[in-house]
Structures are given as C-alpha cells and as structure tokens.
C-alpha cells in the first residue's frame, strides 16, 4: 500500500477554514452554535461527502463522517478533534486533528486500501469552554460523563440554554439519544498539535501520548470588609485581595510540592470589587485549574488548598467559600494503539516521544468508552490558542501519514 498525503489540498482547506472566524485574520474566533461556527460546519460537512463518506449528525452537533467497512456492524476505528476556537485563537488546534483525519482517509481511499472495520471521521462539538463554561461537551455527552439532564441546565453568558441554541441552529432530536452505545469504537486516534515545546526543543518529529491529564476547576469567592484606604488603619482590616493573594501563593506551593513534574496549578481568574485605587477589595473571585495525571495526587493538591483556604480564612478574618466545578479523572490510553502509531513510525523511520498531553482534549471522554491515543506534532515555540500559533506543513503532512498508516492497520 502506497500512501500519499495531498499537502497542497491539506493546506488549502486549513486556510480555507480559517477564514470562517468572527476575528480578523489571523486571529480565528468561532464559537459553539455561532453564524461562523454553523458556516464552518457546513462546509466541513460538505468536504467529507465530496470525499465519499456518509455523514450524520447528533442532537448536539457531534458531526460523523463514515467511510464504511466490508464488516459494517464491527466496532468502528475512529479520528477527529474539533473545529471550534476561543477568541483570538490560532488556526491549527483542533483542525489539524480534523483536516488531518480527512486527509489521512482519502490518502487510504486512494491507495485502493478496503477497510474491514469502518473508519470514522468524528467532529466534536465545543471542545472549548468559551459559550457554556464547560469543556469538552460533545464528548462528554457521548461519553456518558455529562448527562443529558446537567446538559440542560447548561446556560451561556445571555441566559440563553443549550437546548435552546442547539435547537436553534438546527440540531434536534433529544440529549439522551447522543450518547454511544458500548463497543463502538474499536480504537480512537486523535491527531493534534501539541500545544507544548517539548517535541520542538528535543527536535522529535512526533509525540505519542501515554496518559492524558485532567483537570479539577474550583471557583473561590473571599469576601472581607472594605472601606477607605486612608481612613482604616492596619491592624484593622480584613482585605479580601490580600487574602486572595496569599491564596493564590498557596495553590502555586500546592502544586510544587506535590512531589511530581506532572502536577500543575493555575489561578487565571482574579475579579476585584470594588477596583478603585484608594478603596479596600471587599470582595474577590478567584479561578483556580489543578492538574495532573495522577488522579490521587491531584486530589491531595485539591485538599491542601481547602486547607489553605482554612487557614487563610481564620488568620485574617475574611470568609472563604469554593466550589468544585467539575474533577475530571485522567486517562491512560491503549497500548495496542500507542504499539500501532510506534510501527508506523518505525516503518517511515521517524522518530518519537513518548509523553503526557497536560492539556486535555476529547480523547480524555472518549477514553471512558473506548481504547484511545493522541499523536502530536510540534507546533512552533509551544504557543497555541493565539494568533501566531504555528505548525509547518511537513510536521501536518507527517502526522496525518502516520495516522494513515495507523488507521490501517487498526482497521483491515
């Protein structure tokens, strides 16, 4: 089987979608549900139909692109990432794992290979947490790992539900019917730039994932008394933002001392009331993201900081109060896949990385129902989710080979 990758065509329709964005190039906006969003899918539908696959989509916008085995009602091999992009994102997250994966079943249709298991082109709906506040909400409801009873209490920053917008733009039928029968998938590849400089600083040509981190979010709220910033005096104050910044101290030490490179923590969240240079923070609302892929340790973090919280509560008189938000658990992957994209490589002579994605994707929800892996591409000085996000033909060219080759062999 010879395989070859049409990079001309590839980059032409990465440009191609670029161009459906709510941001001047070459920022790229497209949110969930959006005009832009509605127009990129559509034209994305209309790319997999031109390439012979069969197209369905779910109530909430999960788009499937199928290219059909001679077994049909064998579990399926499946691909993909998704489409949508945070304000003044890049053009490569998500749609190099999308284009890339169309690329890699025309190069297979092509070649003349026949698959016995089908192979899938799947396209998540809202990876990213812009509209809704939660990520991941395609493959969460595929999953099972979000109802379809919390979908729908789901609002965005206008009040407007879920159901309501979905049903707006054109996805009907009910939640409970996206969810994925058990067995579905065979195996699940997703292709993705790394968003990361380790492949590009260790000059490694692409990365295979072995674990998938996973994030606990918790919203903070400390409220102290204010009053003016002459007229009360030290001992007597109950400053809300200086207790916010030695809790968010407290969260960063948590994270370092966790006794792991894995373990990460961020506050990227800081809302001050009433923010005016000689008035005292009364109040402050904080984010905080723990991560790591080891779920027990992760947790240990989490409770040091309610501990934190405590403390910092007791010593300077202020009420602390935090809300979990969401405590994804991480994911091994398969190491029959991971065997799969190794040979591949081996075949084509490049070489590869073994790693963690510390950012998490889809492929963490798909892992609850299916054997799952990532392969990663470098993408220039790590950058990802702004404009000059970058990732160079050959890497993409290279990457949706190997996922070529991949597919293959998980699916004849």
């Not at 012979?52 to 788009?63: I, P, S, Y």
Request: hydrophobic share 40%.
């Amino acid at each position: 089987m010879s395989l070859t990758i049409n990079r001309e065509r590839l980059f032409s329709e990465i440009d191609a979608l670029a161009s459906f964005s709510d941001a001047e190039a070459p920022a790229v906006t497209r949110i969930v549900f959006s005009p832009m969003d509605l127009k990129a899918r559509a034209w994305m539908k209309a790319r997999c139909e031109e390439a012979g696959l069969t197209v369905r989509q779910d109530a909430v916008g999960n788009t499937f692109a199928r290219w059909n085995g001679s077994a049909p009602t064998a579990p399926v091999v499946g691909t993909g990432s998704h489409i949508d992009a945070i304000p003044n994102a890049g053009k490569f997250d998500g749609v190099v794992g999308v284009l890339g994966g169309l690329e890699a079943i025309r190069a297979l249709r092509q070649s003349g290979f026949h698959p016995k298991h089908s192979i899938e082109l799947l396209i998540f709906t809202s990876e990213e947490p812009t509209r809704f506040g939660i990520g991941c909400l395609g493959s969460r409801l595929l999953s099972g790992t979000l109802s379809a009873d919390a979908a729908r209490k789901l609002t965005d920053s206008d009040g407007a539900t879920l159901d309501g917008v979905r049903r707006g733009a054109g996805f009907l039928g009910e939640l409970e019917q996206v969810r994925l029968p058990s067995g579905y998938y065979e195996a699940f590849i997703e292709l993705h730039i790394e968003q990361g400089p380790l492949l590009e600083r260790q000059q490694t040509l692409l990365g295979i994932v072995t674990k998938i981190s996973a994030p606990a979010s918790l919203r903070v709220l400390i409220e102290g008394s204010g009053g003016h910033a002459g007229g009360v005096l030290m001992p007597d104050r109950k400053d809300a933002l200086c207790a916010a910044a030695e809790l968010i101290l407290g969260i960063e030490n948590a994270a370092c001392t966790s006794g792991a490179i894995d373990t990460v923590a961020t506050v990227g969240i800081c809302d001050v009331f009433p923010g005016a240079v000689n008035s005292i923070p009364s109040r402050v609302r904080l984010s905080a993201d723990v991560r790591d892929t080891d779920l027990e340790r992760r947790d240990r973090v989490m409770s040091t900081i309610e501990t934190t919280c405590d403390s910092i509560s007791a010593k300077r008189q202020v009420s602390i109060h935090s809300e979990l938000l969401n405590a994804d658990a991480p994911a091994d992957c398969a190491p029959g896949i991971i065997e799969a994209l190794a040979q591949s490589c081996h075949k084509h002579s490049l070489n590869f990385l073994p790693m963690v994605s510390r950012a998490y994707h889809d492929s963490l929800f798909i892992a609850r129902i299916a054997p799952v892996t990532m392969l990663f591409i470098p993408c220039r000085n790590g950058y990802s989710h702004r404009p000059d996000e970058y990732a160079a033909p050959d890497d993409i060219v290279r990457g949706a080979l190997v996922l070529a080759e991949t597919l293959a062999a998980l699916s004849g």
